[in-house]
C-alpha cells in the first residue's frame, strides 16, 4: 500500500501569508495526487487534481505541483475562510490513501 | 447540479449490521466509479471502497475487506454500502462521493479526483 506523509500537521499564519504544505508519497505515483479542503462539520471540497490542475470555481491563490514521490499545496496569500484542514490523496493506485491532514490556524 | 444524499446511518451495537445509501442526483450516474469515504471523530479522512461503473469492479480498504460491500444500482441512480461485523473502531461520518472525469496523464487514464461528496452519515457503533 501507498502510504501518504503530510507535513506539517499543523501551521499557523496570518492573514496576507504564504503557506506551503507538503506531501510525499512511499513510492512514485506519477502526478496522481489530489489536494482536498475541508471546513468544520462539512464534507470535503476537491481543490486541485492530478497533482496541479485547479479544480473549477477554485480560487488562483490555490497552486500544487510536484511529480513522482514529492508533492506541495501553496496558498500564496492567506485569506480568513482558508484557515481550515488540508488533505492530499493519492489516486494512483487501490486501495486509495489520505495524507493525515494539514490544519491551518490563525497566528 | 450534482447533489448526493447519504442516508441509513445510525446506532448499531457491535457486531451488527447496516446499509448506507447514497441517492445521486445531477449528472450521469452510470458514467462515473462512486467512492465511500468515512472519517471517524476528530480524525482525517480514511478512503473505505471504490466501484466502477457498471458493478464489475470493486476495491477495498484493508480493513474493510470482506465485512463491507459496495454496490450500485444505475437504474436506481443509488451507491450503497452494506457494512456487517461492524466494531467500535468503524464509528465515523460516511461520506459517498463521485470520482472525476478520467484525465490522462504520461499515457494513462484514471479519475483524479473525488470531485463531488454528499453530506455524510453518521455511524455510531456502540454497546
Known amino acids: 500500500d501507498i502510504q501518504m506523509t503530510q507535513s506539517p500537521s499543523s501551521v499557523s499564519a496570518s492573514v496576507g501569508d504564504r503557506v506551503t504544505i507538503t506531501c510525499r508519497a512511499s513510492q512514485g505515483i506519477s502526478s496522481w495526487l489530489a489536494w482536498y479542503q475541508q471546513k468544520p462539520g462539512k464534507a470535503p471540497k476537491l481543490l486541485i487534481y492530478a497533482a496541479s490542475t485547479l479544480q473549477t470555481g477554485v480560487p488562483s491563490r490555490f497552486s500544487g505541483s510536484g511529480s513522482g514521490t514529492d508533492f506541495t499545496l501553496t496558498i500564496s496569500s492567506l485569506q480568513p475562510e482558508d484557515f481550515v484542514t488540508y488533505y492530499c490523496q493519492q489516486l494512483n493506485s487501490f486501495p486509495l490513501t489520505f495524507g493525515g491532514g494539514t490544519k491551518v490556524e490563525i497566528k | 447540479e450534482v447533489y448526493l444524499l447519504e442516508s441509513g446511518g445510525g446506532f448499531v451495537e457491535p457486531g451488527g449490521s447496516l446499509r448506507l445509501s447514497c441517492a445521486a442526483s445531477?449528472?450521469?450516474?452510470?458514467?462515473?466509479?462512486m467512492n465511500w469515504v468515512r472519517q471517524a471523530p476528530g480524525k482525517g479522512l480514511e478512503w473505505v471502497s471504490t466501484?466502477?461503473?457498471?458493478?464489475?469492479?470493486?476495491f477495498y480498504a484493508d480493513s474493510m475487506k470482506g465485512r463491507f460491500t459496495i454496490s450500485r444500482d444505475n437504474s436506481k441512480n443509488t451507491l450503497y454500502l452494506q457494512m456487517s461485523s461492524l466494531r467500535a473502531d468503524d464509528t465515523a461520518i460516511y461520506y459517498c462521493?463521485?470520482?472525476?472525469?478520467?484525465?490522462?496523464?504520461?499515457?494513462?487514464?484514471?479519475?483524479?479526483?473525488?470531485?463531488?461528496w454528499g453530506q455524510g452519515t453518521l455511524v455510531s457503533v456502540s454497546s
Open positions: 466501484i466502477d461503473t457498471s458493478d464489475t469492479y470493486t
Open positions: 445531477g449528472f450521469t450516474f452510470s458514467n462515473y466509479p
Open positions: 462521493a463521485k470520482s472525476g472525469e478520467y484525465v490522462t496523464v504520461a499515457g494513462t487514464s484514471k479519475s483524479p479526483g473525488l470531485d463531488s
